[in-house]
Every structure is written in C-alpha cells, then in structure tokens.
C-alpha cells in the first residue's frame, strides 16, 4: 500500500463524510470548464483560417500558406494524447478536481501566450515555431480537461441519468465555437480587415485570462467524486494507470477510438474546413462566413440537449447507431450542398450541426462507460484523443486537398467511409461498452 492509499482514519475515528456537490456545482463546473477549454482551441482554430496564413506563413501562394496553417492546428491533436497520460495519471491518482485545475491552467497560459507572440515579419522562422510550440500546449491541456470534466459529471450522476450529465460537458464545444467566433465577428464591426490582421487577432487570446480565473473559481469550489473517492477509501487506485490500461483494456481503447471518428471528421469538416472553404474558395465575406460558424454552433448546442434526453429514453447504444447512419448517408448530399451558392451552405451547416450534435452529445458518456474507476480518466482521456488524431487533427487539411485535387464529391467519400467505420465499431462493442 503506498502512503497515499493509507487511510486517514481508524476504527476509533471514522471517515467523515465526503461532503456533496449540488448538482448545480457538478453541472457548471463541468461545462464552464470545457467552454473555456474549447473558446481557447477554436479562437486558435478561426484565426488559422482569418490571420495566420498571412502572419506566420507569408511569402507562399495562399493554398500553401492555408496548409502550413493547418499543419499547425493539427498538432495539438498529437499533443493531446501525450496530456491525456499524463493528466489521466494524476487524475486517476491523486484526484479528479486538482488535475483538472491543472490542465485549465496549462491551455489558458498557452492561449495567453498566443496573443503575445511575435509575427514572422518581426522574427522571422522563429514566429511559426513559437506559434506551434505554444499550440502543443493547447492540446496538452485539453487532453487532460475534456476527460476529467466527463467524469465530474458523470461520476457524480444519480442513477439513470449518466447520458443528461455526461451531455453537459459536450455544452463546452458548441458554447466555446459559439463565443470565439462571436469574439471575431464583434473585432470585425469594430475594426478593418486590416487592423485585425495588425492587432485585433490578439484581443481573444489575451481576453482568455478573464475565462481562465472564472473557470479557476468555479473548479476550486468542488469536492472530489464519491466514483474517486470510493476508490481511495477502498485502495482501488493503481499505481501506473496507463500501464494498467494499455495491460488489460487494449481492445476498449481501440474501439473507442474509431467509434468516435465520424464524430471527429464531422465536426472538423463543418467547422474549421468550412470556413476556410467560404473564405478562400467561396469568397465569402469574413463576417458572413463566421456567421455561419455562429448559426452552426448553436444548433449544435441544442441537439446535444435534443439527443440527451433521447438517450435517456431510447438508449445511449441506439441513439449511436442511429446517429452515425445518419452522418453516413449526409456524406452523399454533401458535395451538393458545399457547391451550390450560399443558401446551401447555410443548410449544410446547419444538417451537419444538427448531426454533430446528436453523436457528440453522447461521446463522452459513451467513451467513459467500458472503464473502472481507477483508469476512468485515463481510458476515457486516451481514448478520445486517439480519436481526435485519427479523425480531426488532418480533417481540415484533408479535405482542403481533397477538395483541390479531386473535387467536393471526395469530401463526401471522406466521411463516408469514417461513418461506416465508426458504425462497425460500436457494433463491435458490447452493449456496456458503449
């Protein structure tokens, strides 16, 4: 028994209860987290697509200078499995609420930093390196938030009500496209093209610092999970939980994996591909083009709720299945939908949405249900991260040379193809493993 698992009482002394979160404290904590988490991710996202290319990677011909962007977005997908370690370790070993503060700290100084970074006309080759190294950052931290914020919820969850709380931490992604690129359609009423590219651009990554100490506040007010708490006072925690996990759950990390690929391609298409496609391809005004991310995030947004309580009714599993069937025969239409004017473009986002909310609404409860609690966090974690790899680090990047080389219609066969692998996947999985 190592000293952390030494019980703090004896027979004389008895543990004294575990005081309970509200909850109301266990909800907020939860999607406040993952808001600030996910503005920080996308706000880097927006402007790889509106200011980096032009910043940081000047001297190309734009398609280039858009794909070196990408390159960098897409690193923080590699980074975020290397968090998920290594926060999944602390967080499985000394606590859920501690690791979490950490990582929140570890993604909003990354964002801050951002905003202070120099350009490349300023120090030349160092700048995009900097710019990459502060992005690895990003994704370290995420790697460890997203995970731990679905366990706050879920292992705090009353009985038959793991898929609405475990929905609450999903809130996090469409809120925090919702609020980066809100960020950047305000910059644009209130500054030029021009300024923006100047200055402007640093206003959200610098502003993050205020999201980061409310989300600090928020974190610090909670008490550990009874799911962990039990743990210690059982001495069910392990001492290396990703050996563990790598030891005895390979075949959960695996499916898992893929069962959220169609999420992550999708999401990825609809979102930072799409608005590089109506603002480089399309020509579309910078401000039309974020307004399309803002009806997008919040019809995502309402159909995670939607598929939360659809879950609680007709079953997490079906709901899955359903769900990617449906992603899958979307694929087919979207290559009309990408290429006839502006009207279609709103719809397209808004099925696309519509889609990404019912599969992410469920993800996390889903990724978190084939492990114990003493590799949760980190199972969970590694899980979904292998999955952002697979299936959204290059999303972006290859449907931008799908589209240029081969057409829209390959797009199309593009998340096809990861919709029926995630569709075999969770048919795959046992019925408590998803």
């Known amino acids: 028994m190592t000293q952390m698992d030494t019980p703090v009482s004896s027979a004389a002394e008895p543990l004294e209860p575990v005081a309970k979160n509200s909850p109301a404290q266990v909800l907020t904590a939860s999607v406040v987290g993952t808001t600030i988490e996910f503005f920080d991710f996308y706000v880097y996202a927006t402007a790889a697509v509106l200011v980096f290319p032009a910043l940081f990677f000047p001297g190309s011909d734009p398609t280039s200078a858009l794909l070196a962007s990408f390159a960098t977005f897409s690193i923080a997908f590699f980074a975020r499995p290397l968090g998920a370690i290594v926060f999944g370790h602390y967080g499985d070993r000394v606590g859920r609420k501690t690791t979490l503060v950490a990582a929140l700290l570890t993604m909003g100084i990354s964002t801050v930093v951002i905003g202070l970074l120099p350009t490349y006309e300023q120090i030349g080759v160092i700048a995009p390196l900097l710019l990459a190294l502060c992005r690895f950052g990003q994704g370290f931290g995420l ?116 069962v959220a690929l169609a999420t992550f391609v999708l999401f990825y298409i609809g979102s930072a591909y799409l608005l590089s496609y109506n603002v480089k391809v399309l020509k579309m005004p910078f401000l039309d083009a974020l307004e399309v991310q803002l009806l997008g995030s919040v019809v995502f947004g309402i159909f995670i709720v939607v598929i939360g309580k659809l879950a609680e009714k007709y079953g997490r599993r079906e709901m899955l299945i359903v769900t990617t069937a449906l992603i899958a025969a979307f694929s087919f239409f979207l290559p009309y939908l990408m290429t006839n004017g502006e009207g279609m473009i709103f719809l397209f986002v808004v099925l696309a949405m519509v889609l990404m909310g019912m599969t992410y609404g469920l993800i996390g409860t889903a990724l978190a249900a084939p492990f114990p609690t003493s590799v949760r966090y980190t199972g969970s974690s590694i899980t979904f991260n292998f999955a952002g790899i697979f299936g959204a680090s290059l999303a972006p990047y290859i449907a931008t040379y799908l589209q240029a080389n081969y057409g829209m219609t390959y797009v199309g066969y593009y998340l096809f193809l990861a919709a029926l692998i995630t569709l075999a996947c969770i048919f795959l999985s046992g019925k408590d493993e998803v």
Do not use: C
């Open 143 to 258: 790697g460890g938030e997203w995970g731990g914020a679905v366990l706050l919820a879920t292992e705090n969850a009353p009985p038959g009500k793991k898929s609405w709380y475990g929905m609450f931490p999903q809130l996090g992604a469409p809120l925090g496209l919702f609020l980066s690129s809100g960020v950047f359609w305000i910059l644009l009423h209130f500054m030029s093209q021009e300024a923006l590219l100047s200055w402007g651009w640093r206003v959200p990554f610098i502003a993050s610092i205020a999201l980061v100490a409310v989300g600090l506040w928020v974190r610090l007010s909670i008490t550990e999970t009874p799911a962990f708490q039990k743990a210690i006072d059982s001495h069910e925690r392990v001492e290396v939980p990703v050996a563990e996990l790598f030891r005895k759950h390979k075949r959960s990390l695996v499916l898992g994996t893929f």
